[in-house]
């Protein structure tokens, strides 16, 4: 069974600083890999997606790696924020089916201005 | 456009009582999707609809839980005989095909 994991659980940072945030899985075999963003009774919005055969993908001042062979994926936040401040989340899907996404428990980042 | 939304956005029941917490999902999505996401954990599939084929239940926690889609559009998710267990945030999703699932705002539910 799939497990996903998200460290730290929560981190907090001044602003400007270059902040990574941590997933790791235990299947490598995955479809693809998501990260996610909820702001306080928001829903969840969608950052990036990085298919299995890719490397990263950037969107401005993000960037999410992934390494789908040691099960790990990170998401570079650059010149934090403080409108960053939310909880982030990743979710990994094991195949192409709309029903087999695996979500990690998130981490609440806090950036202070 | 509007989004996918949710209702009530919070509901507090009392143990043993029904609830229903109610989704509008994307016009057109014929994908739709409930999540439990309780304190500190990842969200937890509940139950998947795709158009009109038999929704795959296999996420639901017990036999409390039920969920319907009427019209292929909007659904409702009934928990019956509430426990203090179920406080959790309640997400909706919809999709129209893969990749990528939009997300209501949630229904907090708290069990008293």
């Known amino acids: 069974k799939q497990e996903v994991t998200q460290i730290p659980a929560a981190l907090s940072v001044p602003e400007g600083e270059n902040l990574v945030l941590n997933c790791s899985f235990t299947?490598?075999?995955?479809?693809?890999l998501q990260w996610f963003r909820q702001d306080p009774g928001k829903g969840l919005t969608s950052l990036l997606l990085?298919?299995?055969?890719?490397r990263e993908q950037t969107s401005g001042r993000l960037n999410a790696s992934l390494d789908k062979s040691s099960g790990r994926s990170t998401l570079y936040i650059a010149a934090s924020q403080p409108g960053d401040s939310a909880t982030y989340l990743c979710a990994v899907r094991q195949g192409g089916y709309n029903n087999d996404m695996r979500f990690g428990a998130g981490t609440r980042l806090t950036v202070k201005p | 456009g509007a989004g996918v939304s949710q209702s009530p956005s919070n509901k507090v029941t009392e143990k043993g009582k029904d609830v229903e917490l109610r989704c509008d999902p994307i016009?057109?999505?014929?994908?739709l999707y409930w999540y439990r996401q309780s304190l500190g954990q990842g969200l937890e599939f509940l139950i998947y609809?795709?158009?009109?084929?038999?929704?795959?239940k296999s996420g639901l926690p017990s036999d409390r839980f039920s969920a319907e889609r009427t019209g292929g559009s909007v659904s409702t998710l009934t928990i019956q005989r509430t426990q203090q267990e179920d406080s959790a945030v309640y997400l909706c999703?919809?999709?129209?095909?893969?990749?990528?699932?939009?997300f209501g705002p949630g229904t907090r539910l708290t069990v008293l």
């Open positions: 999703a919809s999709s129209q095909g893969l990749p990528e699932q939009f």
């Open positions: 016009s057109g999505h014929t994908a």
């Open positions: 299947d490598s075999a995955i479809y693809n």
């Open positions: 990085i298919q299995s055969s890719q």
């Open positions: 609809f795709q158009g009109n084929s038999a929704p795959d």
